[in-house]
């Protein structure tokens, strides 16, 4: 199962609402992960089954969709979330990720 | 949240060998799956392996198959990834995480990568 996401990367500033997509190669229900990753840092999990946040990650982030396409959305951009974006379908093993979204002010 | 610790890595020359480790404390770690996850030099994230918890099983992605083993040792609480005839395109900062499960509102299971390493580099080079 492919994930194909775009953009690669987006230009925000802070405040701005930005909203990043994922398309599967086939239906997988809600079967997807967001992650954020910071350079020199480990990633970290925002939301998993397509629209559930993660225990203590901020409520400006939200995810929605199912079957084939998903979304995450940031509402009120701050400036710690500038890094890269990740989905990953956990569907089917291999859990791959989509290629990611470089967000940047 | 950094939660996993991790060591090994460093520099290898191209068909070299290396071992990561990957540990965690009590049942934070020993009831679940682990997944190897990399990233190499102006890359994206890419699944590399993953185990199950009672390391019976496990999945790799093709372009490790054959070369990497990844396995479970229970008496030290910590899951490794041998790495053989390592390549230039293996050149990456790897990530151990913990496969969580989560059950959504249908009561769906879904795996999450919900804990992480720190990270540790692994540069095969001449």
């Known amino acids: 199962i492919q994930m194909t996401q775009s953009p690669s990367s987006l230009s925000a500033s802070v405040g701005d609402r930005v909203s990043i997509t994922c398309r599967a190669s086939?239906?997988?229900?809600?079967?997807v992960n967001w992650y954020q990753h910071i350079p020199g840092r480990a990633p970290i999990l925002l939301i998993k089954?397509?629209?559930t946040l993660q225990t203590g990650v901020p409520s400006r982030f939200s995810g929605s969709g199912s079957g084939t396409q998903f979304t995450l959305t940031i509402r009120g951009v701050q400036p710690e979330d500038f890094a890269t974006y990740y989905c990953?379908?956990?569907?089917?093993?291999?859990?791959?990720f989509g290629q990611g979204t470089k967000l940047e002010i | 949240e950094v939660q996993l610790v991790m060591s090994g890595g460093g520099l290898v020359q191209p068909g070299g060998s290396l071992r990561l480790s990957c540990g965690g404390s009590?049942?934070?770690?020993?009831?679940?799956?682990t997944t190897w996850v990399r990233q190499a030099p102006g890359k994206g994230l890419e699944w590399v392996a993953t185990?199950?918890?009672?390391?019976?099983?496990?999945w790799y992605v093709d372009s490790v198959k054959g070369r990497f083993t990844i396995a479970r040792d229970t008496a030290e609480n910590s899951v490794h990834l041998e790495m053989n005839s390592l390549r230039v395109e293996d050149t990456a900062v790897y990530f151990c995480?913990?496969?969580?499960?989560?059950?959504?509102?249908?009561?769906?299971?879904?795996?999450?990568?919900?804990?992480w390493g720190q990270g540790t580099s692994v540069t095969v080079s001449s």
């Open positions: 185990i199950k918890y009672d390391g019976r099983e496990a």
């Open positions: 086939q239906t997988i229900d809600n079967h």
């Open positions: 995480a913990r496969v969580g499960l989560f059950y959504d509102f249908g009561g769906y299971p879904h795996d999450v990568l919900d804990m």
């Open positions: 990953q379908q956990s569907y089917r093993t291999p859990h791959i």
């Open positions: 009590g049942s934070t770690f020993s009831r679940f799956w």
């Open positions: 089954a397509g629209s």
